[in-house]
């Protein structure tokens, strides 16, 4: 079985900064694109920002100059470094990797179950 687990939400002022965190457990052969997507309350989920294995990234439009992604293929983790940030990121992040598991055939998509940010004065 593979699983994935954020952390590092937490309720912070506007301006503020929060570093999240993906990590990924199971038996895995190889991981193609690291990404994190977000969802407000209402609205569907987005695309936040995303890695490919060579490490080419793309962030939504919202949150360039603002959030860095990195990502480690050697622990096989996905971090999330978010500054500046406005109450318009209020949402749960989630974590979503195109994971080839050992025994498996293919690639697949492995969802976390996401980790809540708020931001408020």
């Known amino acids: 079985q593979v699983h994935l687990v954020e952390s590092g939400g937490d309720l912070v002022q506007p301006g503020g900064s929060l570093r999240l965190s993906c990590v990924v457990s199971g038996d895995i052969f190889t991981i193609a694109t690291m990404a994190w997507y977000r969802q407000a309350p209402g609205k569907q989920r987005e695309l936040v920002a995303g890695?490919?294995?060579?490490?080419?990234?793309n962030f939504a439009d919202s949150v360039k100059g603002r959030f860095t992604v990195s990502r480690d293929n050697a622990k096989d983790t996905l971090d999330l470094q978010m500054n500046n940030l406005k109450p318009e990121d209020t949402a749960v992040y989630y974590c979503?990797?195109?994971?080839?598991?050992?025994?498996?055939?293919?690639?697949?998509?492995?969802w976390g179950p996401g980790t809540q940010v708020t931001v408020s004065s």
């Open positions: 979503n990797f195109q994971i080839w598991p050992r025994y498996g055939t293919n690639y697949s998509n492995y």
């Open positions: 890695v490919s294995r060579t490490g080419t990234k």
